[in-house]
């Protein structure tokens, strides 16, 4: 069958499973929108191409499925290269389509030409830069099967507006061949059984777990090696939702902002079990002083983050699935001997201890009538329905988001971790509304944040994609105000935004929203509730709140885990 390369990427997609593209047409990548209207591929067009990107991540982080972008060429290229750097970061499979202008003026400086694959080449997996329509099938076996195994990423693949054009012979590949990708997805079985004896020989043990054991599906098998093994669980900020936050093993978030239980936890153990995690600095904090007593097991399935933070122990390369069947076969075996969880009972009771003397506290009466951020996201997290998917953008309102939000669920909470992309938390939703239709989806911006991608409402408007948004309005770019106020001796440099400018009710309104203003605490759960039954449209809530309020706990930028400022609820103390 005869087809053009356009035809045959479409088709090829269909081929992958793909059943939703976000994109936005443009000259070089014209070709390719033909043939997307006669195909089963549902289109949403987007407003801005970044949107596209992260609506693609949202849909990956909600469903463990690749998604899929398809932009223009030149500034299209170029604006969704935040969205593959954010991808890169944390780890989510996404597959980007550029056009590319003709083969015959690459290289000329054409009218929006950009070399996408330069551009790209330290924030994706892999690209490809297409110059036959024959390779068309083969690259787009070969960009999912990378995106999506190992540990998974973005790709991109650059297709210029001639080989769109140009006719092919279609073919499906039987198989990909990459020499020099292939993945070691099992551990080395004495590194399982050293991980083992490690484990049985532990006082103070720790699981530190990542975003990994999301990506790898392992949230069931890591709930039965942690019974098994009676041991603490604390949840990165990318993992939140890997291991209930209900479970009485689990002590939530560590690391700069994390629960003082988790963080003091870790800097105290003397073995840290870190599964799909990577020593984020923002975990660690001053490394030289992170955790000085602790071992470390170290399981990855990205040989390069063994040892590149800090040296394991036991490193284990491996798909984190796998590895904990197999680190719970060999438990089970006692080929070190016998689980004796009396040597941890002291450490469970310190424990405890940490955790009714330290919870995550705010002023949750205060006098002047306040409205407190934390307070509306414990209002919105107990007033949803189980398995809600709760996306972010990234500052104060994040962290709220992940401190006070209740995850027991994998694949409920989509925010950008490594990057830290402001404007993440709107298209973000979208993607993870698309992805899990049946699944209610807020989101938790901050006005900062809402004023980069609210345009992104109007796709949500124009394509029936009901998601739900809190917009903590404190006028500050709160997190930047807060290192001021505590770092920067109060000097308020261009922070303030405005709590009136814009109107956050009428924008979204315009953008096709129902919209609510909520000034009181009194008026917080109500508006909550009249949101919920809200099924037909978007809804953004605008909640006034007290501008004054900051993240606590809090580890300062270059301190250890040691040096964490509980706030002034604990003053005295």
Not at 189 to 214: H, M, Q, T
Not at 234 to 261: E, K, N, Q, S
Not at 276 to 301: M, Q
Not at 475 to 494: D, I, N, P, T
Request: charged letters at 20%; aromatic letters at 8%; glycine letters at 8%.
């Amino acid at each position: 069958m005869r087809i053009t390369g356009a035809q045959a990427l479409v088709k090829s997609l269909e081929m992958q499973g793909v059943d939703v593209v976000f994109g936005l047409p443009g000259g070089a990548i014209l070709p390719v929108y033909d043939p997307i209207i006669d195909s089963p591929i549902r289109h949403i067009l987007v407003r801005h191409e970044q949107g596209a990107g992260h609506m693609a991540e949202g849909y990956a982080q909600a469903t463990n499925k690749p998604g899929v972008a398809i932009v223009t060429s030149g500034p299209a290229a170029t604006n969704i290269v935040t969205a593959l750097a954010d991808a890169y970061m944390d780890s989510i499979p996404i597959v980007v389509i550029t056009g590319q202008v003709a083969t015959s003026s690459i290289g000329t400086d054409a009218f929006q030409e950009a070399d996408t694959t330069g551009i790209t080449m330290s924030i994706t997996k892999h690209n490809w830069l297409i110059k036959d329509a024959s390779e068309i099938p083969q690259v787009v076996k070969e960009a999912f099967h990378v995106a999506t195994t190992g540990r998974p990423g973005p790709v991109l693949i650059d297709l210029p507006k001639d080989v769109s054009n140009q006719m092919m012979d279609w073919y499906w590949p039987d198989s990909v061949d990459l020499p020099g990708y292939k993945p070691n997805v099992k551990g080395h079985p004495r590194s399982i059984s050293a991980a083992a004896k490690l484990i049985k020989e532990a006082k103070k043990p720790v699981f530190y777990i990542g975003g990994g054991v999301i990506r790898s599906g392992a949230s069931a098998a890591l709930k039965t090696l942690v019974e098994k093994c009676n041991i603490p669980v604390v949840t990165t900020l990318m993992g939140r939702g890997a291991f209930p936050d209900d479970h009485p093993l689990c002590l939530g978030m560590p690391g700069m902002h994390g629960t003082y239980t988790a963080i003091t936890a870790m800097q105290k153990s003397d073995l840290l079990i870190t599964l799909g995690a990577r020593f984020d600095d923002r975990v660690t904090g001053k490394v030289s002083g992170f955790a000085p007593e602790a071992k470390i097991i170290h399981v990855d399935i990205d040989p390069a983050e063994l040892g590149k933070v800090r040296r394991a122990d036991v490193p284990i390369v491996g798909d984190v699935k796998l590895v904990i069947e197999e680190l719970i076969e060999a438990l089970d075996k006692g080929e070190a001997g016998e689980l004796d969880y009396s040597i941890t009972q002291e450490w469970h009771d310190q424990v405890k201890k940490w955790q009714e003397d330290f919870p995550l506290r705010y002023e949750e009466d205060p006098k002047d009538g306040s409205l407190k951020p934390q307070y509306v996201v414990e209002c919105l997290s107990k007033l949803a329905p189980e398995g809600t998917i709760l996306a972010s953008g990234v500052g104060q309102h994040q962290m709220w988001g992940s401190q006070f939000w209740h995850f027991n669920d994998a694949n409920t909470w989509i925010n950008s971790g490594g990057l830290g992309t402001m404007g993440f938390a709107i298209p973000a939703a979208i993607g993870a509304k698309v992805g899990r239709p049946d699944k209610m989806v807020w989101a938790v911006d901050g006005d900062g944040c809402f004023q980069m991608t609210a345009q992104e409402l109007v796709t949500a408007s124009a394509e029936r994609i009901p998601v739900k948004i809190a917009l903590l309005n404190n006028a500050y770019l709160g997190m930047v105000r807060q290192w001021q106020e505590m770092f920067y001796e109060e000097r308020y440099s261009e922070v303030y935004l405005s709590p009136d400018l814009p109107d956050y009710v009428k924008w979204a309104e315009a953008m096709g929203c129902v919209a609510f203003r909520v000034e009181t605490p009194e008026d917080v759960i109500p508006t909550i509730e009249k949101a919920n039954q809200i099924n037909d449209r978007s809804v953004v809530i605008e909640f006034r709140t007290d501008w004054r309020e900051k993240v606590f706990p809090m580890v300062p930028s270059g301190a250890t885990n040691d040096e964490v400022v509980l706030g002034p609820m604990f003053e005295g103390r």
